[in-house]
């Protein structure tokens, strides 16, 4: 999500991953300074984000998959200057979460929300994102079968 915003919103035809292309220019996403992955970690979500709107509460509990990348700390004000916004950061006060000021759902997380189907349950994020689409009939639906 990050690459393709920096690439094709910011002009930073560079930026690239660190683990395809780990001598480009612009690493945009690099190695973590320690791997998550499969481990369920704390998220302090900002305040006025859409993401804080969608949970309804100032800190989250998500589950990572295999995960050993993240955002460089280095374009983070760039990527903030263009209208991405921190929306959430870890307990070391690392970035994980970031969205899109004035878009409807661009809504991007180093977590895998996904994850919750495993436990039979329709992620936050993912009912956002459905509603989002103008899927709100599918969501009563979906609701309304979990009632029953």
């Known amino acids: 999500m990050l690459i393709e915003f920096a690439r094709n919103a910011m002009g930073l035809h560079e930026a690239e991953h660190a683990e395809e292309s780990p001598a480009a220019s612009v690493l945009l996403v690099a190695p973590l300074t320690c791997s998550v ?3 369920t970690n704390m998220f302090k979500l900002t305040q006025g984000t859409k993401v804080s709107a969608i949970y309804g509460k100032e800190e989250i509990a998500e589950q990572y998959g295999i995960c050993n ?3 460089n700390s280095e374009y983070a004000s760039l990527l903030e200057q ?3 916004r921190i929306a ?3 307990g070391n ?3 994980r979460i970031m969205e899109l000021d004035g878009h409807p759902f661009f809504i991007g997380t180093l977590y895998q929300p996904e994850r919750s ?3 039979k349950i329709t992620h936050p994020l993912v009912k956002a994102f459905l509603h989002a689409a103008g899927g ?4 009563k639906e979906r609701q309304a079968a979990e009632i029953s």
């Open 37 to 39: 992955s499969e481990t």
């Open 69 to 71: 990348y993240g955002l």
């Open 82 to 84: 263009a209208g991405m």
């Open 88 to 90: 959430g950061v870890d």
């Open 93 to 95: 006060g690392e970035i």
């Open 117 to 119: 189907a495993f436990k």
């Open 136 to 139: 709100k009939q599918y969501i």
